[in-house]
């Protein structure tokens, strides 16, 4: 009886849960990768105790893979010894940490999964609750398999209508963080309903789940349905038996209600998600780097939007056009399909798995002055390497346009 | 006592320390590079016992603990801002980083002599005459700021003593 996230911490606490209630749980899985495991070692070798149950614990390379630097090798080195060391058997590096968690099937509706990364969130899609934690209480959590939360409040995004051709739901979702605001759901759980999420396919669902974080949400849940079973059984290694629930007579701290009928593309502006207008306002402005990729738009429905769009075509001599799928299997699909021939006939780098541009790490890092267009979440200062470089935030359909023109194009006219 | 350094709202984790200095986990190294695209002279020129004050949802962004460690490193006694982001929030209660969450905050001005009683929750403001309350932190929050962070709380304790 209650929110979303009431629903999952009841049936995982065998009580009542009720928002403002702090409770410890048990979780399912304890998710970490190559940028943030060095400092849960750290943690965990202060604690002093054993690790509790090794399955339990995910490690990922994707921040930093393969290593552009000696650091970064000696970093994942560390990391190899010690999973050997702990007996850790769930190590990947097959791209972005948050889908190769769902592909591989840790995430499961009515889960509790913890990881030391803010996107963790993502997993609310498929109505499991996870959140981001720092890597102390990754360390901590090896450990003692719980974590604590304080039950949070859970704001209603009811989102009604059918987007219009070359509307997706990224677009949907700045509009939303535009309304919000950068700490519009601070402390708060969101909950997404309405006519159209229920008629949304589960890749641009994860999207609304993906950027809650980016409200300031503690999670981003959406009740699972015939969408998420099916899914789960066709894209991932879950295995069935899932639970199906949702709200029961929930009592929301806010209802936000959207039509999305009349959207049209969106986009955040430099250097602040919240930042956002019509993508119209701001066409025509020079694009230096256009970056498809991250856990928020590299699915292969994206890459398939963004290669309908590239097919045929050539990116401007002068913008680097970078398409990184969110894992090896997308990539596999993607090769298998085509896609992969469009981007590199169309003029694109095509980069491994991971998620290293994103975070200025390695593979699309920015120079002063320059300008990026890109599908990812964040676009702070600093974020993709110079601090004097500015970042733009789209759909993969805004990219794939914006790379063809060197300057940012409506989608549109290009479908 | 120490000086204020005032920032603004929504700091990021980026802002606080840049990701791609995130490679080590050297608490000194990473204090070198703290606000340095933002505010270059911060990490020379800070001294222990200093404060600092920002406005609304300080630390959004990534869930890397470096920030949380990069302000410890430099010295910091503690950071006030009106709301936190939470994972920083979190992460600054699990190594120990004292943080008080204080509305009226934002009247404090850069360079202000500030003097914080953490037990009492009291930041005082010299310069300009003028005492704030900070909010107080829940009961089971307050088990792991006083053992010095949540690594030292289960070198002691099971987690269970938490919540009970």
């Given at each position: 009886?209650?929110?979303?996230?009431?629903?999952?911490?009841?049936?995982r606490?065998?009580?009542?849960v009720?928002?403002?209630?702090?409770?410890?749980?048990?979780?399912?899985?304890?998710?970490?990768?190559?940028?943030?495991?060095?400092?849960?070692?750290?943690?965990?070798?202060?604690?002093?105790?054993?690790?509790?149950?090794?399955?339990?614990?995910?490690?990922?390379?994707?921040?930093?893979?393969?290593?552009?630097?000696?650091?970064?090798?000696?970093?994942?080195?560390?990391?190899?010894?010690?999973?050997?060391?702990?007996?850790?058997?769930?190590?990947?590096?097959?791209?972005?940490?948050?889908?190769?968690?769902?592909?591989?099937?840790?995430?499961?509706?009515?889960?509790?999964?913890?990881?030391?990364?803010?996107?963790?969130?993502?997993?609310?899609?498929?109505?499991?609750?996870?959140?981001?934690?720092?890597?102390s209480?990754?360390?901590?959590?090896?450990?003692?398999?719980?974590c604590?939360f304080?039950?949070p409040?859970t704001?209603?995004?009811?989102?009604?209508?059918?987007?219009?051709?070359?509307?997706?739901?990224?677009?949907?979702?700045?509009?939303?963080?535009?309304?919000?605001?950068?700490?519009?759901?601070?402390?708060r759980?969101?909950?997404?309903?309405?006519?159209?999420?229920?008629?949304?396919?589960?890749?641009?669902?994860?999207?609304?789940?993906?950027?809650?974080?980016?409200?300031?949400?503690?999670?981003?849940?959406?009740?699972?349905?015939?969408i998420?079973?099916?899914?789960?059984?066709?894209e991932?290694?879950?295995?069935?038996?899932?639970?199906v629930?949702?709200?029961?007579?929930?009592?929301?701290?806010?209802?936000?209600?959207?039509?999305?009928?009349?959207?049209?593309?969106?986009?955040?502006?430099?250097?602040?998600?919240?930042?956002?207008?019509?993508?119209?306002?701001?066409?025509?402005?020079?694009?230096?780097?256009?970056?498809?990729?991250?856990?928020?738009?590299?699915?292969?429905?994206?890459?398939?939007?963004?290669?309908g769009?590239?097919?045929?075509?050539?990116?401007?001599?002068?913008?680097?056009?970078?398409?990184?799928?969110?894992?090896?299997?997308?990539?596999?699909?993607?090769?298998?399909?085509?896609?992969?021939?469009?981007?590199?006939?169309?003029?694109?780098?095509?980069?491994?798995?991971?998620?290293?541009?994103?975070?200025?790490?390695?593979?699309?890092?920015?120079?002063?002055?320059?300008?990026?267009f890109?599908?990812?979440?964040?676009n702070?200062?600093?974020?993709?390497?110079?601090?004097?470089?500015?970042?733009?935030?789209?759909?993969?359909?805004a990219?794939?346009?914006?790379?063809?023109?060197?300057?940012i194009?409506?989608?549109?006219?290009?479908? | 006592?120490?000086?204020?350094?005032?920032?603004?709202?929504?700091?990021?984790?980026d802002?606080?320390?840049?990701?791609?200095?995130?490679?080590?986990?050297?608490?000194?190294?990473?204090?070198?590079?703290?606000f340095?695209?933002?505010r270059?002279?911060?990490?020379?020129?800070?001294?222990?016992?200093d404060?600092?004050v920002?406005?609304?949802?300080?630390?959004?962004?990534?869930?890397?603990?470096?920030?949380?460690?990069?302000?410890?490193?430099?010295?910091?006694?503690?950071?006030?801002?009106?709301?936190?982001?939470?994972?920083?929030?979190?992460?600054?209660?699990?190594?120990?980083?004292?943080i008080?969450?204080?509305?009226?905050?934002?009247?404090?001005?850069?360079?202000?002599?500030?003097?914080?009683?953490?037990?009492?929750?009291?930041?005082?403001?010299?310069?300009?005459?003028?005492?704030?309350p900070?909010?107080?932190?829940?009961?089971?929050?307050?088990?792991?700021?006083?053992?010095?962070?949540?690594?030292?709380?289960?070198?002691?304790?099971?987690?269970?003593?938490?919540?009970?």
């Open positions: 009886m209650g929110t979303l996230v009431e629903e999952i911490f009841s049936r606490a065998g009580r009542s009720r928002a403002g209630e702090i409770i410890l749980l048990d979780v399912d899985t304890i998710m970490s990768h190559d940028n943030t495991t060095p400092l849960a070692i750290k943690a965990f070798r202060e604690i002093g105790k054993p690790i509790r149950n090794p399955d339990q614990i995910v490690i990922h390379f994707d921040h930093a893979y393969p290593a552009p630097n000696l650091l970064a090798a000696e970093n994942q080195q560390k990391i190899l010894r010690f999973m050997r060391e702990q007996g850790i058997r769930h190590f990947y590096h097959h791209g972005v940490c948050h889908q190769v968690m769902i592909e591989e099937g840790f995430v499961r509706p009515g889960g509790v999964v913890i990881g030391a990364d803010s996107h963790t969130v993502t997993y609310g899609a498929l109505g499991c609750f996870s959140t981001g934690l720092g890597s209480e990754i360390g901590a959590a090896w450990v003692t398999g719980k604590w304080r039950t409040e704001i209603l995004i009811r989102l009604e209508g059918q987007t219009a051709p070359g509307v997706y739901s990224k677009d949907v979702m700045l509009y939303l963080a535009g309304v919000l605001g950068m700490d519009g759901a601070t402390y759980a969101l909950e997404f309903e309405g006519s159209y999420i229920r008629n949304l396919p589960m890749h641009e669902r994860l999207v609304f789940s993906n950027m809650s974080v980016e409200l300031g949400a503690k999670c981003g849940l959406i009740a699972p349905d015939e998420t079973l099916q899914y789960l059984a066709q991932t290694r879950a295995q069935p038996p899932f639970e629930f949702r709200a029961e007579q929930p009592r929301y701290e806010r209802v936000v209600e959207i039509d999305v009928s009349g959207l049209e593309p969106q986009i955040a502006c430099h250097p602040d998600v919240d930042q956002v207008k019509p993508l119209r306002e701001v066409e025509g402005l020079p694009i230096d780097e256009v970056y498809i990729g991250t856990c928020t738009n590299a699915r292969y429905e994206d890459l398939e939007i963004a290669a769009i590239l097919r045929g075509r050539q990116v401007h001599r002068f913008t680097r056009v970078l398409v990184t799928p969110a894992s090896q299997t997308i990539y596999e699909k993607a090769m298998q399909n085509g896609l992969i021939e469009v981007f590199l006939q169309a003029g694109c780098t095509v980069n491994a798995p991971g998620c290293g541009a994103c975070l200025g790490r390695h593979g699309g890092v920015l120079a002063p002055g320059e300008r990026a890109t599908t990812m979440n964040r702070f200062i600093g974020r993709m390497g110079s601090s004097e470089a500015e970042i733009y935030l789209g759909s993969p359909a990219a794939a346009a914006t790379a063809l023109e060197g300057r194009t409506d989608p549109r006219k290009y479908l | 006592m120490g000086r204020a350094w005032k920032f603004g709202e929504n700091l990021n984790t802002e606080i320390i840049p990701a791609r200095y995130n490679i080590t986990i050297d608490e000194k190294e990473l204090a070198a590079k703290a340095c695209e933002i270059p002279e911060f990490a020379a020129q800070v001294q222990p016992g404060v600092i920002a406005g609304r949802n300080f630390g959004c962004g990534s869930s890397r603990e470096h920030a949380a460690v990069a302000i410890r490193g430099t010295g910091v006694q503690c950071v006030i801002a009106p709301s936190f982001a939470r994972i920083f929030f979190r992460n600054a209660i699990n190594i120990g980083l004292p008080l969450e204080c509305p009226q905050a934002v009247e404090i001005e850069d360079g202000d002599q500030i003097e914080v009683n953490l037990s009492r929750g009291e930041i005082r403001n010299l310069s300009q005459g003028k005492v704030y900070a909010n107080p932190l829940p009961a089971f929050v307050l088990k792991i700021v006083e053992a010095g962070g949540l690594v030292r709380f289960l070198r002691e304790h099971d987690i269970e003593e938490l919540t009970s």
